[in-house]
């Protein structure tokens, strides 16, 4: 057995490396993680993002999402909920 470090569950270790009882928790703890500061091409993206015309919030948060965190999971992109009126 293995402890997450992230959650502190006990969980059966299938490789001795495995920090974390799952994906998810392995993502939460590195976003816990000190945010580094963004490299030159990183912020040279976000002012391309700025001038860029998305059609949608949504397409706008997944980019946005591509350059300073592409370790997280893929935001849903073009999902639209259906208006109640
Ligand atoms: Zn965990």
């Known amino acids: ?36 500061r963004l490299r030159a091409d990183e912020v040279a993206a976000l002012h391309e993002l700025l001038h860029s015309d998305l059609d949608s919030p949504e397409a706008f948060r997944e980019k946005l999402r591509e350059i300073i965190a592409p370790h997280m999971e893929p935001l849903p992109v073009g999902v639209s909920v259906p208006r109640m009126d």
Not at 17 to 33: D, I, V
Request: aromatic share 8%.
């Open 1 to 36: 057995m293995g402890t997450c470090e992230y959650c502190g569950t006990r969980f059966p270790l299938t490789r001795s490396t495995r920090k974390y009882c799952t994906s998810r928790c392995k993502t939460n703890a590195c976003l816990n993680r000190k945010p580094r």
